[in-house]
């Protein structure tokens, strides 16, 4: 059974920056791809961005150029630098596989806000 621990969230003002981690307990090249989703208050998760083993990357238009995903396949780790942080990019960010096929980790909680 995998698990996944996500880590990194906090409170941060608009424009500052936040780095996630996602630990797997598992080897991650067999996850392909990877990613980054969030949930917003009362909403489903969206997808945020992915990455496949082999660098192939995708992101959802409203963090084009703000977010960069990443993966360490070695350390079995997924990161997601985000940038220019905007108050609606507040939500609770996950990591899974793409499509989401393990049990969902507990999030961290990222707020924006000044």
């Not at 208050?41 to 192939?56: D, M």
């Amino acid at each position: 059974q995998v698990h996944l621990v996500e880590s990194g969230g906090g409170l941060v003002q608009p424009g500052g920056s936040l780095r996630l981690s996602c630990a797997a307990s598992g080897s991650i090249s067999d996850f392909n791809p990877m990613a980054w989703y969030r949930r917003f208050p009362g909403k489903l998760r969206e997808l945020v961005a992915s990455v496949s083993s082999g660098g192939s990357i995708d992101y959802v238009a409203s963090v084009k150029g703000r977010f960069t995903i990443s993966r360490d396949n070695a350390k079995n780790m997924v990161y997601l630098q985000m940038n220019s942080l905007k108050p609606e990019d507040t939500a609770v960010y996950y990591c899974n596989a793409r499509p989401a096929s393990y049990p969902w980790g507990q999030g961290t909680q990222v707020t924006v806000s000044s």
